[in-house]
C-alpha cells in the first residue's frame, strides 16, 4: 500500500501542460496548398540558382600546377631537390584585367591534414604563450617534442602540424618594356581573427628571441619562430601570418590556403592585362606521397570565391521541385476528377 501511494506521488500534476494536452496547430494539407507550395519554392531555389550560377562564372580563376613531375615543366629540376633550396619560374599572361583585390592561394592536393594523430599533435598551452609550459612541451606532440632522446633541449613550436608547415616562398613580377617590375604582396590579416587575437599568442618577453633560449626549432624550418618575418618584427612567433594560416587544418585532402592578397600601389584595381613571371622558392617536397602543388589567382564576389556547384545545387532542387508539382497536380486531376462514362 506505501508502495501504491509512492507510485501516485511520483505522477506529474494534471494539467494540460504535463498532460500534454495544450491546444496545436496541425496544417491540413491539401493539394491547394501543397502545389501551389512546391511551385512557388521551386521558382524561388530557381532564381537563387540563377543569380549564384551567374556570378560565380563572373569570378575570374587562374590555376598553375608547379609540382614539376613532367619534364617539360618549369620546375622538373626542382621537384626532385629532396628539400634543398631551389628556385623556378611560371611565365603566364593575363589577357583582360583580373579585377578588384586579387587573391594569391597555395595549394596542395593529396595532402590529410584531417588526420586524427596528426591533428592533436600540438601543444596548445604553448601556442598560446604560456610561460609555465612553454619549454615542456607535451605528449601529444610525440615524436616533435625534444630535439633527441636525451630530451635536452625542447622543440617550440612542437608536434606534427608545425613541423610539417609550408615553406615554398613566391614572388610576382610583370613585364614592362623588357624589365620585371615586382607586384607587391599584402600579408596582413589573411588568417582568422580569431586565431591572430584569441587562440595563438607569444610569451609576454621581450624582445620575442629570449623567450626561445634553451630551445630548437622544428627540425623542417629554416630558421625558428621568431624570425620568420625577417621584414616585419610584429610578424613573427606564435602570430606570424602565414603559421597561422597553416595550424588551421583543411578538411579534405585537396585544399588551398591564402598565401597573400593583391591590392595594392598600381594593382590596387587589380592585375592589368599583360605578361608575368611567378618566381617559386621550391622547398616543399610533395612527390614522396604522391602529392601536388599549385598556385591560384582568383578574385571574389558577394558570395565568396567562384563555386559553380553551389548554383547548379539550387538549379536542381528547383526543378525538382517544379516537377513534383506537376507530377501531383496530374495525379490529382485523375483521381479528384475522374472521367464520366
Not at 602565414?242 to 585537396?254: G, S
Not at 532542387?317 to 507530377?327: P, Y
Amino acid at each position: 500500500m506505501v508502495k501504491e501511494e509512492q507510485g501516485f506521488d511520483n505522477r506529474p500534476d494534471n494539467t494540460a501542460f504535463t498532460q500534454q494536452r495544450l491546444p496545436a496547430w496541425q496544417p491540413m494539407l491539401s493539394a491547394g496548398i501543397v502545389i501551389p507550395g512546391f511551385v512557388l519554392i521551386g521558382l524561388a531555389f530557381i532564381g537563387i540558382g540563377v543569380g549564384l550560377f551567374v556570378t560565380s562564372q563572373s569570378i575570374q580563376v587562374l590555376e598553375f600546377d608547379y609540382t614539376g613531375f613532367e619534364t617539360d615543366s618549369r620546375c622538373f629540376k626542382c621537384s626532385d631537390s629532396d628539400g634543398k633550396p631551389c628556385t623556378c619560374q611560371l611565365d603566364f599572361t593575363i589577357k583582360e584585367l583580373f579585377k578588384g583585390t586579387v587573391y594569391f592561394y597555395y595549394g596542395l592536393s593529396n595532402y590529410f591534414q584531417n588526420y586524427r594523430r596528426y591533428g592533436v599533435s600540438k601543444d596548445d598551452e604553448q601556442l598560446s604563450g604560456d610561460l609555465d609550459n612553454f619549454k615542456s612541451p607535451s605528449d601529444t606532440c610525440s615524436p616533435y617534442e625534444y630535439e633527441d632522446d636525451r630530451k635536452t633541449k625542447p622543440i617550440v613550436p612542437c608536434g606534427s602540424v608545425a613541423n610539417s608547415k609550408f615553406n615554398d616562398t613566391f614572388k610576382l613580377f610583370q613585364k614592362v618594356n623588357g624589365s620585371n617590375k615586382q607586384v607587391p604582396f599584402n600579408g596582413k590579416g589573411i588568417a582568422w581573427w580569431t586565431d591572430y587575437n584569441v587562440k595563438y599568442r607569444n610569451p609576454s618577453i621581450s624582445p620575442l628571441k629570449h623567450a626561445f633560449n634553451g630551445t630548437v626549432k622544428p627540425l623542417f624550418w629554416p630558421r625558428p619562430a621568431y624570425e620568420l618575418d625577417t621584414s616585419d618584427a610584429a610578424n613573427n612567433g606564435f602570430i606570424n601570418q602565414d603559421f597561422l594560416v597553416w595550424m588551421r587544418r583543411a578538411a579534405l585532402p585537396d585544399f588551398r590556403k591564402l598565401y597573400r592578397r593583391i591590392d595594392e600601389g598600381d594593382y590596387k584595381q587589380g592585375l592589368p592585362a599583360g605578361d608575368y613571371v611567378l618566381e617559386i622558392a621550391y622547398n616543399y617536397p610533395v612527390l614522396s606521397f604522391g602529392g601536388q602543388k599549385k598556385v591560384v589567382f582568383s578574385n571574389v564576389s558577394w558570395m565568396g570565391g567562384k563555386n559553380d556547384f553551389l548554383g547548379i545545387a539550387y538549379l536542381v532542387i528547383g526543378s525538382m521541385c517544379i516537377f513534383m508539382s506537376v507530377v501531383m497536380l496530374i495525379v490529382y486531376a485523375k483521381f479528384k476528377f475522374p472521367e464520366e462514362d
